[in-house]
């Protein structure tokens, strides 16, 4: 099997690179070859004895897709896009990235199948942005559309490109809507989401922390080990179970700030909890409060797909595929 | 105030044109000038004192929609759409005119508006196309987008445009979902959707006509004068009140084949009933299983839009306005 993944130079993007590196298979077929792109060149995950094809463009270019494609992956993962933040602040950018890119992409499946038969499975990465305030304490399956940043616009058009071309029978399209990762790996940023990995994150290594917002703000969460678990399903998956509804919420995990902080204590204990700050910061409140909280993912709970368990657990997914095991600085 | 039609030719934007130069206001103000335009030149409605600008062009080439929008018009209505049966053989086509012109238009007004404060008022035809199969008897206002065919999938998207354009405060935009108009005028076409039409027009006028499929099939329906009444509304309404969620579900009339039966033999005797000659088609019968059927357009009414009362009225409506009156052959 030949798999791309676009997108393999971000953080799901290369856990997930490295998943199907060390299994070496996918859907229950031995993957031979490992194809990765993004707009800088991704790493090749270590110990993979298939070959790695690394590459780098613009997906806003429709000829990239097309070289893309021309290879014939078997499996497509399209992860890439230009964040909410970004793409907020440079309208053109982001609908050159994530509407253009996307439609060229699925354009060039469709052109490539009008040579010879050709219909893989694609697996498009959406996101709980294409839904905005107000809306019901938990959003159901059949919840309506509405963003409330070009990013969500684009995500939500993104979806329905997907399952016009697979009713069309263009390819085997799958899109999921990812919570919000955390923990997040690296360094605190400036997304107005960061604190929800940083109060957790930082204390696990000794370092200070700032909370901007009130402990009782609620979220809907996924560990990066349980997202990377979402995309091998959604490639696994027989889609004839999922039928034409083909973006699926993904099972998160709601929890409030304060029940993050208590998983922090119970993982980490009181010197852990002590390193957040709190810092009110009434502009990150504003912004978190369109956000979603909670969800009933009935459809995806139903068709398999597994979210974390508790807060504990995401908690010691860090500790031990970040840290090494060991908590503290 | 200058208006101007996209979609001119066709039945409802021709209707369109004639009330607004019949009155020769729009929104409370005198409408001095009016832009008609489609891919054939659209005639120009008889007794309007202003001016008249006839425009013809592909609306798929971005250069049309920047030469219709330098003129500045203040409020755009854009009707042009490549429909269903169309858009599903046609796949290029129906994107290139129904999401690329769509995004090449809103695009031109926001370019416009980079020269010069520039915020006009846009109404977007919208359509339940956007609804597919399985939904619930009465589809509610936050109900989630299923198109099953490519036109309804390209309308689902040029309404998450016209909501993000809007909210990034490129245009007033708001989208009308219509109901299937009905009577409509002309001759019977090979529209699946021709037969609810046909049924009441050619027994109106003393000609036989095909019912292909049961009595008991459900339908949501609106008459040209009440969907022209709805465009006309969207132009005047204040968009405070509507909010971020741009598009709406028009209210449409419920009814089935039976009970549009029997309004015709209250309105036209039975004599015109008689007329009908039933010839089931499984295949339509089919097709229209996958429609909607009824709705709560709960905003849409709160918003000030009116519907058709009665069956009756919407057969009325069509013996004033195309048969001057006189019912038979």
Chains 1, 2 share one sequence.
């Not at 990066?224 to 889609?239: C, K, N, Q, S, T």
Request: hydrophobic share 45%; aromatic share 6%; charged share 25%.
């Amino acid at each position: 099997m030949h798999v791309l993944i676009i997108g393999a130079a971000g953080m799901v993007g290369r856990k997930l690179a490295e998943s199907i590196a060390s299994g070496e298979s996918l859907a229950g077929q031995p993957v031979e070859k490992l194809t990765l792109m993004d707009v800088i060149p991704p790493t090749a995950p270590a110990g993979f004895t298939g070959e790695v094809v690394i590459k780098s463009g613009d997906i806003a270019d429709p000829a990239v897709s097309t070289e893309l494609v021309s290879g014939r992956p078997d499996t497509v993962f399209h992860l890439a896009a230009i964040v909410s933040g970004e793409a907020e602040l440079d309208f053109d950018k982001g609908y050159a990235i994530n509407l253009d890119g996307t439609r060229h992409l699925f354009d060039a499946i469709r052109h490539e199948g009008q040579n010879a038969p050709y219909k893989p499975r694609v697996v498009f990465t959406s996101s709980i942005a294409v839904f905005g305030a107000p809306f019901p304490d938990k959003i159901g399956d059949e919840f309506f559309l509405t963003p409330r940043t070009s990013y969500g616009a684009q995500k939500a058009i993104g979806e329905l490109l997907l399952a016009d071309y697979s009713r069309k029978g263009f390819f085997e399209g799958i899109g999921i809507r990812l919570p919000t990762v955390c923990i997040r790996p690296g360094k605190p940023n400036k997304a107005a989401s960061g604190f929800f990995s940083n109060i957790l994150r930082e204390p696990l290594s000794g370092q200070e922390a700032v909370l901007p917002v009130d402990e009782s703000v609620r979220h809907w969460h996924v560990s990066p080990r349980r997202a990377v678990g979402f995309l091998r399903h959604a490639a696994e998956i027989d889609l004839e179970a999922v039928g034409l509804r083909r973006v699926l919420n993904m099972p998160g995990l709601s929890a409030t700030v304060g029940e993050q902080i208590e998983a922090l204590r119970r993982v980490a204990g009181d010197r852990a909890v002590a390193l957040i700050r709190r810092e009110p910061d009434p502009m990150i409140g504003e912004i978190v409060a369109g956000w979603p909280r909670d969800f009933d993912p009935a459809r995806a709970l139903a068709l398999g797909f597994v979210g974390d368990a508790s807060f504990d657990e995401i908690i010691r997914i860090h500790v031990e595929d970040e840290l090494g095991g060991r908590i503290g600085g």
